[in-house]
């Protein structure tokens, strides 16, 4: 049949694809709306890595139930990770801007030294963060601490891949000036970006985590768990 011709291609799957992104967009923006960040930001993120994971697989599943368990199940796990992360990047911030304003104030090319290393802390930090999230999910059976450890520790071991997610989010943030483009990068930035990070880091972290240890999945979660998931 043409429909089935039409539904198993490409073009459907592209679309699809998209569909998901955008889905999955909204709900991690609500998520962390509703937790004023603070509180939700790592649950909310945690919660699309473990979604986008799972739609890999061969099993169906709900998307946004699969979404919403995913995050009320991870929330108080993660919630003294997320205040971590929060305090410790608005401290960052504050630091940032303080350099700024010496730069932008007194000049000087010491200033100017002392400004671009703020920033480039504060772009490991947000590579960590981010890592943080998949050291989380790919290595579930890691402490609190060890997950801080080698969220910035296993920055070393993918510098390819960080300097690609660096990279992406420098290109983001130029197009967000780029009309039409920008409208279409603000319904799946969020998703696409951890989407495009578990291209880059899936392979590697599977190959690091310790025999008979598995990432977390969605099918985890929700009622009717599968067998063998």
Do not use: H
Not at 45 to 60: G, W, Y
Not at 69 to 83: D, G, I, R, T, Y
Not at 123 to 134: D, E, P
């Amino acid at each position: 049949m043409k429909f089935e011709k039409f539904y198993n291609s490409r073009v459907f799957g592209f679309f699809d694809w998209l569909y998901r992104m955008f889905i999955l967009n909204i709900l991690t923006i609500l998520f962390i709306a509703l937790g004023l960040a603070v509180f939700s930001l790592m649950a909310a993120l945690t919660a699309l890595l473990i979604v986008l994971r799972s739609a890999k697989s061969d099993f169906d599943f709900p998307l946004v139930k699969g979404y919403v368990k995913s995050f009320f199940a991870n929330f108080v796990p993660v919630l003294k990770l997320s205040l971590f992360y929060v305090i410790l990047g608005l401290l960052l911030l504050f630091n940032s801007y303080f350099f700024y304003l010496g730069f932008v104030d007194n000049g000087g090319f010491l200033n100017e030294v002392l400004y671009y290393l703020a920033l480039f802390i504060d772009l490991v930090f947000i590579l960590a963060f981010v890592n943080a999230c998949f050291v989380y999910v790919y290595f579930p059976n890691l402490t609190y601490w060890k997950v801080v450890k080698y969220s910035f520790v296993l920055l070393r071991a993918v510098p390819l891949q960080a300097l690609s997610l660096a990279a992406f989010l420098a290109a983001a943030v130029a197009l967000l000036f780029v009309k039409i483009i920008n409208i279409i990068l603000i319904f799946i930035f969020v998703a696409l970006f951890i989407y495009i990070a578990n291209l880059l880091l899936e392979k590697i972290y599977l190959r690091l985590a310790a025999e008979g240890v598995r990432p977390r999945d969605v099918f985890l979660y929700l009622r009717d768990k599968r067998e063998n998931s």
